[in-house]
C-alpha cells in the first residue's frame, strides 16, 4: 500500500463527512435557486399585469 492509499484510508471517514457536506450544500443552492426562479416569475408575471403592489409585496 502505497503512502497516499493509507493517508486516505486513515481519512476515509472525514472525506465521508466533507462529500457529504458538500452534497447537502449543492442540494440546499439547487432549492434556493429553484425558489428565486418562482419568485423572479411571480414578479414578472405581476409587473407584466401592471400589479405593482403585488410585484413589490413578492420582492
Known sequence: MSD??????ARAE???A??????GDAAGV???S????????AIRTA???RRFEA???LG
Open 18 to 23: 466533507i462529500d457529504n457536506m458538500i452534497l
Open 14 to 16: 472525514d472525506l465521508r
Open 4 to 9: 497516499v492509499e493509507a493517508i486516505l484510508d
Open 30 to 32: 439547487a432549492q434556493a
Open 47 to 49: 409587473l407584466d399585469e
Open 34 to 41: 429553484d425558489q428565486l426562479r418562482e419568485t423572479l416569475n
Open 55 to 57: 410585484a413589490a409585496a
